[in-house]
């Protein structure tokens, strides 16, 4: 099968996984649904990201990426709920429950969502009419072009000391996701890819306490975790810290030159 056909199965693959996600969402059948869409339209997103200064590609990446924002507070709430709930704090968690309900419709009724699905419909008739008009005869080039770039960004961040750690953790999962999406054209080996999960997963635990340290000044009920959060912060910035240092040793230092 050509690689423009199989970029176009993927996307399709991922739009039957989101209708799924939503008719889950709405029936409120498992507590993974939302994170479900989300991952989704992560992907469609690495996926469509090498390809963003196609002008036919933009109404698709702008939608994905307007979806993103407006479920993010829903998905961190979720995750606080669970946190909550592992620290047998049931009542702080029910109190903040109450409000999943209605955020969950504000997403599926909302405007950006329905915005989104409109641009998957169209966006097969207009991936195609590019291809028709010869613009996908360097696709797979230009994917293993942008794969490189991203490699060597986040070679220089993991390099530099005083880098932010919130935008490294940003940089990681991208890194990650993309090459996910396009395993055989990435620079990474499946080990390779597996530093980055793993280095994700490290700065992800570190960013959530973070946050929550952060959420106790706004909300004062949370004021008896405060401790606990700020301990485990501290401890998984040290281990995302030292395997950073790892991740620098097994990372290609460089791909090939990219402009």
Same mark, same amino acid.
């Given at each position: 099968?050509?690689?423009?056909?199989?970029?176009?199965?993927?996307?399709?693959?991922?739009?039957?996984?989101?209708? +799924?996600? &939503?008719?889950?969402?709405?029936?409120?059948?498992? +507590?993974?649904?939302?994170?479900?869409?989300?991952?989704?339209?992560?992907?469609?997103?690495?996926?469509?990201?090498?390809?963003?200064?196609? %002008?036919?590609?933009? @109404?698709?990446?702008?939608?994905?990426?307007?979806?993103?924002?407006?479920?993010?507070?829903?998905?961190?709430?979720?995750?606080?709920?669970?946190?909550?709930?592992?620290?047998?704090?049931?009542?702080?968690?029910?109190?903040?429950?109450?409000?999943?309900?209605?955020?969950?419709?504000?997403?599926?009724?909302? $405007?950006?969502?329905? $915005?989104?699905?409109?641009?998957?419909?169209?966006?097969?008739?207009?991936?195609?009419?590019?291809?028709?008009?010869?613009?996908?005869?360097? #696709?797979? $080039?230009?994917?293993?072009? @942008?794969?490189?770039?991203?490699?060597?960004?986040?070679?220089?961040? #993991?390099?530099?000391?005083?880098?932010?750690?919130?935008?490294?953790?940003?940089?990681?999962?991208?890194?990650?996701?993309?090459?996910?999406?396009?395993?055989?054209? +990435?620079?990474? +080996?499946?080990?390779?890819? %597996?530093?980055?999960?793993?280095?994700?997963?490290?700065?992800?635990?570190?960013?959530?306490?973070?946050?929550? &340290?952060?959420?106790?000044?706004?909300?004062?009920?949370?004021? /008896?975790?405060?401790?606990?959060?700020?301990? &485990?912060? @501290?401890? @998984?910035?040290?281990?995302?810290?030292?395997?950073?240092?790892?991740?620098?040793?097994?990372? /290609?230092? $460089? &791909?090939? %030159?990219?402009?």
């Amino acid at each position: 099968m050509p690689f423009t056909d199989r970029f176009v199965a993927e996307v399709v693959n991922l739009q039957v996984r989101l209708y +799924s996600a &939503c008719a889950r969402l709405e029936a409120r059948t498992d +507590s993974e649904a939302l994170h479900d869409l989300r991952i989704a339209i992560r992907r469609i997103r690495s996926l469509l990201k090498p390809l963003r200064s196609i %002008k036919e590609m933009t @109404a698709l990446i702008e939608a994905a990426a307007e979806v993103g924002r407006q479920t993010t507070p829903a998905r961190d709430l979720e995750v606080l709920i669970q946190e909550l709930e592992k620290r047998k704090h049931p009542q702080l968690a029910q109190t903040r429950r109450a409000q999943l309900g209605a955020r969950y419709a504000a997403i599926l009724n909302g $405007s950006p969502l329905s $915005s989104f699905f409109e641009a998957l419909d169209a966006w097969p008739a207009e991936f195609r009419s590019v291809e028709f008009n010869g613009g996908w005869t360097d #696709i797979q $080039s230009r994917i293993r072009k @942008a794969l490189n770039k991203q490699v060597n960004q986040l070679h220089l961040a #993991i390099a530099d000391k005083s880098f932010d750690r919130h935008k490294l953790r940003v940089l990681v999962k991208r890194t990650r996701y993309l090459t996910e999406a396009f395993p055989t054209l +990435s620079p990474l +080996s499946n080990r390779e890819t %597996k530093v980055l999960k793993e280095l994700q997963s490290a700065l992800g635990k570190w960013h959530d306490h973070y946050q929550w &340290c952060l959420k106790v000044q706004a909300e004062n009920d949370l004021l /008896p975790l405060e401790l606990a959060w700020t301990e &485990c912060a @501290a401890l @998984a910035l040290s281990d995302a810290e030292a395997r950073l240092t790892e991740a620098a040793k097994q990372l /290609p230092k $460089s &791909c090939k %030159k990219v402009t």
